[in-house]
């Protein structure tokens, strides 16, 4: 199946509304956002908090529905699908990369990036194990792979983390302040992988509350009440925050 929708767009996001019921009323988090991103991009996506990004995130990778509007990614509505047919369809094409790392606290950092390979039924089981000792040494944790998740610092929890989201190769890597709870140097280095990766043709999605992080990606888009204020290319270097 190929990486785009046919059009050269691995995700579009189309007119999508979300409303969350509070009390007897609705709020409307999502107010006709649309939004295309090509297969290799890298995308921030910015904007003061409570203002909608996470959720378009969640309507990205079928985490949530929108209330109306379409969300096509990898060639699917995703939409439309059931939760079955999300759940093989995130395992096969989306690596997510949550803040709080979301490592399986009983299984060693190995074993976590097994999973979802084991959940996919994806490469040999022979090959699993070995696919996810090169991962763990792509990020430099080859040597902390036998331990368990508390037992390391939560800099090399999220390396873990995208070792995980990168088991399956999926299309789209999607991001939700991956660097939010790390220090300054450790962000640098976080975020120094990603580069990587988009360098070497992945398409990376990313929300961010960190301004310098921000100013380093090529694509910045700005969600303001539940709409986007702003979507520029500004190469990594001129964009100057909200």
Not at 83 to 88: Q, R, T, W
Request: aromatic share 6%.
């Amino acid at each position: 199946m190929s990486n785009s929708n046919g059009n050269g767009k691995l995700v579009q996001v189309i007119d999508v509304v979300k409303n969350f019921p509070v009390g007897d009323d609705e709020v409307t988090v999502l107010k006709g956002i649309s939004i295309d991103v090509k297969p290799g991009e890298f995308v921030s996506i910015v904007g003061p908090s409570g203002n909608g990004k996470s959720t378009l995130l969640n309507m990205i990778t079928g985490i949530d529905r929108p209330t109306d509007g379409q969300v096509i990614v990898t060639g699917r509505e995703v939409h439309k699908m059931s939760e079955n047919e999300l759940a093989a369809w995130r395992g096969e094409h989306v690596g997510i990369i949550f803040q709080f790392f979301q490592m399986l606290p009983s299984l060693n950092i190995l074993q976590n990036v097994i999973l979802p390979m084991d959940f996919a039924k994806k490469y040999h089981p022979k090959e699993r194990k070995e696919r996810a000792m090169a991962l763990l040494e792509a990020v430099g944790l080859a040597d902390q792979a036998h331990k368990l998740p508390g037992m390391v610092s939560g800099g090399q929890q999220q390396r873990a983390a995208i070792a995980r989201a990168l088991a399956n190769d999926p299309d789209l890597i999607v991001a939700d302040e991956p660097t939010g709870n790390l220090d300054t140097r450790t962000a640098n280095d976080v975020f120094d992988l990603f580069l990587g990766l988009v360098e070497r043709g992945k398409t990376l999605v990313m929300v961010t509350h960190d301004k310098e992080l921000a100013r380093r990606v090529p694509r910045v888009v700005e969600i303001i009440d539940g709409r986007i204020t702003r979507d520029e290319f500004v190469g990594g270097a001129v964009w100057t925050g909200y």
